[in-house]
């Protein structure tokens, strides 16, 4: 029986797992030359480029251990065959020798054993090393299948855990969106107690997730929108892509490659969905303050979940808004990894790929000596000068590794054009050094200077009070346009040492000096930053603060006027309501009319019916419940023309149609009151009911006793 250390599958999974890692590299680097050679391209053809590349890392080792294996198995069978010929052999020689037969022997035993080629060596030394290689490799695999089990089992609990359906407000809003996005598969959305971000959960049966502090805080508009980001990622499937996805990291996470694609894919997939989300919603501006909001509601995301704060936030928005990197840039330095990677590996592994091969020179060098004189054990080689020269080529590749590594990135690519007071590159390296950004790496001196990051921006921004700010924050403020001198007009303004991400939400929301001026004309005065965000984000402006002061409401919290100006209630809403004799409303009372539809035209027209002023609580349980002006002159035109409005209501509530009241007219009952008719219809009396009574013999019954025969079941 084969140890471990000889088994043909063991081996073949080793040589797999190091092939594997120039495959990778190859594909990595044939995917950047793709991205290069197709300049116009959407976030969909990158998607698909990405996953296409991941699905051929995965699938190329596969093929390989399967190849592998099937010439281990080959080899063995061969190399079993010739042991045996060999044993017959030598005890046919045994007996010769017995019987006096030297002749036959001669230059046999004498004749050398001739010395292991360097193929052999490596393979021999291999061979020792590949059950350690690949128990590193079965032991990480299952490590990371029960952080995934651990991950699946949580987004499955949220599903069921502190959840709760929305009003049936929001249900309409969501079918009509589903409708839009064209989502056919069933789907069901629930607020939640625990996720901060909405969240898709599912494949076959999905459940969008909203949280409790997204319905609060953002516009009905914004909500919307990130609601139609989670159904462009059920459409896509993209939960189920996810699922294989991580799978797939499981199975390569030992190659650095699989990672930085899996992150493109994951960033790719939001573009898709950011894409969708915006046309949907027709505005990006409102999808990129969306995306802002939901930031400062997010605390942790579900890698098993499909959520709408994936992928780098800053980015999605820069590119939403129109301000993203040039691609031309990211896919530079995304080739220029790949070429070093790829020359590393390809190098290491040049000699590997014949290898399996060299199984085939152990059993030709068994044909020439025998197993007492070969020491020949099955799947092992004798060890020679391959390791030493193997040793040697791979202190040659490590060096030629650390010199490319070593050289700067930025000499093989286009020169940025520096400042004029930046000076040279080492200039700028040592003036960052002298300002305390010691111990930078090579990307974060390069990110610095293609984001403008200067020394001198630096040291303004210490003399406005923001010291030792770390390179992402450099880069944050760099990014969004947060200059020096926004920061001193929002001093002037009243906003002393904002933090960072203060400045950057003021500056993504267009709150400038200018704008918070205005507000304290309004006499919205010594607002937050948080607040002035949000007054931004919700497309507040001046001109409807000053609308509604001049239509009475003057006092308002800036809350107040924030939730007015989300319900659509402005001045030319408050004054057509006016017009229809409705003085003296609070905003809370507008708002719950424009809310529930009703509007100048339907107050209009319901006077006009005869009511004369309704309360505005019965106006909203008709325009609720569906009863127009044309369906009371209808009920009317039946002979109900002096029911007051709620009796109709209530009528209208029990399914009472004009159909149902001419079906049992048409049985007799011409006089009946609209409560009797309800009753009727509560307790499922019907034209139908009545004809089965009247077959029986039962003639003239009253209203209560047709009741009565109906609940009893008599003539079910």
């Keep these: 029986m084969n140890s471990i250390e000889t088994m043909p599958t063991v081996e073949a999974l080793g040589w797999t797992l190091v092939h594997s890692l120039w495959q990778g590299a190859l594909v990595t680097l044939t995917l950047a030359f793709a991205r290069v050679a197709i300049k116009r391209r959407t976030a969909n053809l990158d998607y698909l480029f990405s996953c296409a590349a991941m699905l051929l890392m995965i699938a190329l080792p596969v093929i390989t251990f399967v190849t592998l294996s099937s010439r281990a198995h080959e080899t063995q069978v061969v190399m079993t065959d010739t042991l045996a010929s060999t044993k017959q052999t030598v005890k046919t020689d045994s007996l010769k020798s017995e019987l006096g037969d030297d002749s036959l022997l001669v230059g046999e035993s004498n004749r050398p054993p001739e010395p292991a080629s360097p193929r052999r060596q490596l393979r021999e030394l291999f061979s020792g090393v590949a059950p350690w290689l690949t128990s590193l490799w079965l032991a990480g695999v299952i490590l990371l299948s029960l952080r995934m089990l651990g991950g699946w089992v949580y987004a499955r609990r949220l599903k069921s855990y502190g959840t709760g359906p929305l009003p049936d407000e929001w249900q309409l809003r969501f079918a009509e969106l589903c409708r839009n996005i064209r989502v056919l598969r069933p789907v069901r959305l629930l607020e939640s107690a625990v996720v901060q971000v909405p969240t898709v959960i599912g494949w076959l049966r999905p459940v969008v997730l909203i949280p409790v502090s997204a319905l609060v ?66 505005d990006a501006l409102i999808y990129a303050r969306a995306l802002t909001e939901i930031e400062a509601l997010r605390e942790t995301g579900l890698r098993l979940a499909m959520a709408a704060d994936g992928g780098s936030l800053l980015s999605r928005i820069q590119r939403i808004v129109g301000s993203s990197p040039r691609r ?28 399996p091969n060299t199984q085939a020179n152990g059993i030709a060098a068994m044909k020439t000596s025998s197993p007492q004189a070969a020491g020949y054990t099955p799947g092992v080689e004798p060890r020679g ?13 490590v060096k030629s590794e650390a010199v490319e590594e070593s050289k700067d990135p930025a000499d093989g690519a286009p020169a940025i054009e520096p400042p004029q007071s930046q000076g040279s590159g080492s200039g700028f390296i040592e003036e960052l050094t002298a300002l305390g950004y010691t111990n930078l790496s090579v990307d974060d001196f390069i990110a610095l200077k293609n984001q403008g990051v200067t020394p001198q921006l630096v040291r303004e921004l210490k003399a406005q009070g923001y010291d030792k700010l770390t ?15 926004f920061i001193k007009e929002l001093k002037d303004a009243g906003l002393e040492q904002l933090t960072v991400e203060a400045l950057i939400s003021l500056q993504t929301q267009g709150v400038s000096a200018n704008f918070i001026k205005e507000l304290g004309e309004f006499g919205h005065k010594n607002l937050s930053a948080a607040q002035l965000s949000r007054v931004a984000s919700h497309g507040v402006t001046p001109q409807f603060i000053r609308g509604l002061q001049s239509a009475g409401y003057k006092d308002l919290a800036i809350d107040e006027v924030v939730r007015a100006h989300d319900h659509g209630v402005d001045a030319e809403f408050i004054k057509a309501v006016r017009d229809q004799g409705y003085d003296g409303l609070t905003l809370a009372q507008v708002i719950q009319m424009q809310d529930h539809g009703v509007d100048a035209e339907f107050t209009r027209e319901m006077n006009s019916a005869g009511f004369g002023r309704l309360p505005l609580d019965l106006l909203v349980r008709a325009q609720d419940h569906g009863v127009s002006p044309e369906f009371i002159r209808k009920f009317r035109s039946a002979g109900y023309s002096n029911v007051p409005l709620d009796q ?30 309800v009753r009727m219809k509560d307790h499922g009396v019907d034209a139908e009911f009545i004809r089965r009574a009247k077959s029986h013999g039962f003639q003239n019954l009253s209203v209560d006793q047709l009741i009565r025969l109906r609940d009893a079941g008599v003539l079910l």
């Design 217 to 282: 805080g953002l516009a009905p508009r914004q909500l919307e929108a990130l609601i139609a980001h989670e159904l462009a990622h059920i459409r896509r499937y993209d939960y189920l892509v996810n699922l294989l996805q991580t799978a797939v990291e499981i199975l390569l996470f030992y190659h650095p490659a699989v990672w930085r694609l899996s992150r493109e894919i994951r960033q790719e997939r939001e573009h898709c969905c950011d894409d969708v989300a915006v046309e949907v919603c027709g």
């Design 328 to 355: 031309s840039e990211q896919t530079a330095s995304w080739v220029a990894g790949a070429i070093v990677f790829s020359i590393v590996f390809v190098s290491a592994a040049g000699a590997q790929l014949i290898a």
């Design 385 to 397: 000068a391959a390791s030493r020269e193997e040793k040697s080529s791979d202190k040659k590749a």
């Design 471 to 485: 390179v992402k924050q450099l880069l944050s403020l760099a990014s969004t346009g947060v200059s020096t001198q």
């Design 648 to 677: 109709i209501i209530r009528a209208k509530d029990h399914g009472v149609t004009l159909d149902y009241i001419e079906s049992i007219r048409k049985e007799g009952y011409d006089n009946a009151p609209l409560d009797q008719l």
